[in-house]
């Protein structure tokens, strides 16, 4: 696992049915996991030799098979959470047997720097993400202002040059555009009187 790679999940938690963010990441030997509804911060520090009694206990083979675990515990909807007054029971399956991790509540400074660092990963993460994607000089919001074109009508494209059809008005010539039509013939009138 990547010294800096952060996983996130969000989970409710079972009493007050509210969301919460919960993240694993692996900083200086010591693997953490963390769960955080934007006020509060839970959190606990595993060292290598807590993470080998895990491993031992629940037949994994590394860190990684560890976090796979909490993702497809996730994934199934077998991970819940119960928050309590100083702490937090991150619950990994669906028996009382499987995993459970208790969470202590950090202080307001130490939650505040958490929130802080947490919050830029995240956005480092997404930098990634585009740059990966994308080009780095797009931004999410100018794609968020182009429309959608499968929503939108077919427009036709323009084959040649377009000519702006006139409306025709009544007594106009079809043949001869802008030409008045004749009038009709009605018969040649003979002069009687000449004669």
Known sequence: MDGN??????????????????????????????????????????????????????????????????????????????????????????SSEDLSITLPRLEAPEAKEELKELLFRMADSLTQSYSTVGSPSVSPVKNQQRRPTEFEPRRQQKTGPSVTVKKRLPGDSLINPGTKKKCQATGVAFDDADD
């Open 5 to 94: 790679q952060t996983s996130y999940c969000t989970v409710l938690d079972e009493k007050s049915k509210s969301k919460l963010v919960c993240y694993t990441r692996k900083k200086a030997g010591v693997f953490n996991i963390c769960l955080t509804d934007a006020i509060d911060v839970w959190s606990t520090d595993s060292t290598e030799d807590t993470m080998s009694q895990f491993r031992q206990r629940f037949a994994l083979k590394s860190t990684e098979d560890y976090i796979l675990k909490i993702r497809s515990a996730y994934a199934t909807g077998s991970l819940s959470v119960l928050v309590q007054d100083t702490s937090a029971v991150l619950h990994v399956g669906s």
